[in-house]
């Protein structure tokens, strides 16, 4: 029975990584053998060459990832052991406040193995946590269903949707706790996390917690690439803070197209020692824990040519929404 055996796995798995009692090594091994059972079971190899298993979904604003990418994220080892941990230390600490409540959890683009949910729920009882998943992608969907079914975690789903997270009503919104959408990629290019909290967020209670909190974008001018060893690195801050920006919109209620710019005066720096624009995105995914630099496909870095000489006072930055999601920049 390769049910029984997977979630034996599982458990031991997520028990372990809870007591960080497993070194980086074992739970690379740990996640590949939770993948290849995952694999066994949905059919989903995350590296069929088939268009559908490919091909971006586009949603109301910006693209949800291909199946095989999302499917992928699974082995993106710190990612998802630090999404792990996070969700697992906000449920325990949510029992603490209060004890016996049930704790409703929203997880929005759950991907083909809903990671989650079923690496999650296992640690708890059914009466404990519930989930409502929502996914845009039909086949992920039927993927999800197919695992949650045979890992026997039926009991723990309220809901399941099959919509787009950026549109979304959320039925009896203020039942939930928690909120989790890891829709993003690095320097927060096309994918949806930023649309779908301008249209989430506000539906839910205001004392929702958010996973990954929150996401920031800093700006570095390197007067070098950053593989050459005697590169140079300034670090002007942070250019984009994406609960900030969805704090302080004061727009119709409607998602913008584009967020206000965020200059950067430069005319104090000398910019004519730098040769790239560094662009790094760090998530802060709940509490202490975050993804810096290189841990995740989230995180990695961005370098730009920087073309010389500079004559300019300012770099001002405009996230877009519309026609695609971007970030662009020009210099005043
Ligand atoms: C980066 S993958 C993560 C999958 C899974 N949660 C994990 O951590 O492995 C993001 C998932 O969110 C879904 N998604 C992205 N944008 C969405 C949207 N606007 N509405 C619903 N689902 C969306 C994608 O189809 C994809 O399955």
Known sequence: MIEKKIISAIQKFASSILKNSIDQIEIEKSLNEIHAYFQQITKITGYDLTIEHMAAIPANKGKALGLNFAAQCLLDYKRTVKFLKAIVSVILEKQKKQPGELINIFYAGCGPYAPFITLVAPLFQPEEVQFSLLEINKNSVGSAKKLINSLQLSSYIKEF????????????????????????????????????????????????????????????????????????????????????????????????????????????????????????????????????????????????????????????????????????????
């Open 161 to 332: 949707y099959l919509a787009d997270a950026v549109t979304f009503k959320v039925p009896n919104s203020d039942s939930f706790h928690i909120l989790i959408s890891e829709t993003l990629d690095a320097i927060l290019y096309r994918e949806c996390y930023v649309p779908i909290l301008f249209n989430l967020l506000p539906q839910f209670n205001k004392n929702i917690i958010l996973i990954p909190e929150n996401v920031l974008i800093n700006l570095s001018f390197l007067t070098d690439s950053k593989k050459n060893s005697d590169c140079k690195e300034y670090e002007t801050g942070s250019i984009f803070n994406v609960r900030e920006s969805v704090s302080s919109y004061t727009g119709t209620g409607l998602i913008p197209s584009k967020l206000p710019d965020k200059k950067i005066d430069l005319a104090s720096v000398d910019m004519n020692i730098y040769k790239k624009i560094l662009l790094d995105t760090k998530v802060h995914i709940h509490g202490d824990v975050w993804l810096y630099r290189n841990e995740s496909s989230l995180t990695i870095p961005h370098e730009f040519i920087l073309e010389q000489p500079f004559l300019y006072n300012s770099v001002i930055f405009t996230y877009f929404m519309e026609p695609e999601i971007e970030l662009k920049c020009r210099f005043e």
